[in-house]
């Protein structure tokens, strides 16, 4: 798998989850193989220090390929599709550098006070395995459920506040604005700057 279709190249998570599930069987590979490319990118993000690095991506690219096929009813959110099949092959990645027993914690943490301005976004093994931590983490922080939803949606998992609305109003049959999501999610981050495990995760207790 080389080179992508142009036809293809620019789908968003949504368009690709489609295609994935297209009974076409012409668009259906072309956006498999557009996946592959993109979570190749994602291994190879994982594993970059890695004498095989570039071997040991395709592999887990190709695995995690094959795991999204398989699993692909699972991902309930289209918008989403993209951001779930990175985490399969993450994981994937940070397996096999676990089993190579080459798996380093990071120094630093990224500072908590950034969820302010922007989602997080992995750059290496070390901030892969942290955000999962994190996520752990929030799931369990004093926050209502929906408040779960919004701060790890935008933050972790880098989901647009369209699309967090969207399903925050199929949930609660009532019509919930991205507006409303932003005031939300900014007084439970002030929260959360106060409680104490997120203290203690980046070093500051």
Not at 39 to 45: G, H, T
Request: net charge positive.
């Amino acid at each position: 798998m080389k080179n992508l279709p142009a036809s293809t190249q620019n789908l968003n998570s949504a368009n690709l989850y489609t295609d994935c599930r297209s009974n076409n069987k012409e668009r259906q590979h072309a956006a498999y193989q557009t996946l592959w490319h993109y979570l190749y990118r994602v291994a190879l993000n994982v594993v970059y220090d890695q004498p095989d690095s570039e071997a040991l991506a395709q592999d887990c690219a190709q695995e995690g390929l094959i795991r999204v096929h398989k699993r692909i009813d699972e991902c309930r959110e289209p918008g989403a599709f993209k951001s779930w099949a990175r985490r399969i092959v993450s994981n994937l990645a940070i397996d096999e550098l676990r089993r190579r027993k080459r798996l380093i914690r990071p120094e630093n943490h990224e500072s908590f006070d950034k969820l302010n301005s922007q989602p997080i976004r992995s750059q290496n093994i070390g901030a892969i395995i942290e955000l999962e931590a994190l996520r752990k983490m929030l799931e369990q922080s004093p926050m209502s459920d929906r408040s779960r939803r919004v701060v790890i949606g935008r933050y972790l998992d880098a989901l647009p506040d369209e699309l967090l609305a969207q399903k925050e109003s199929e949930i609660t049959q009532s019509n919930v604005r991205p507006s409303h999501l932003q005031v939300t999610r900014a007084k439970n981050i002030k929260k959360l700057r106060k409680w104490m495990p997120i203290h203690t995760f980046f070093g500051k207790g």
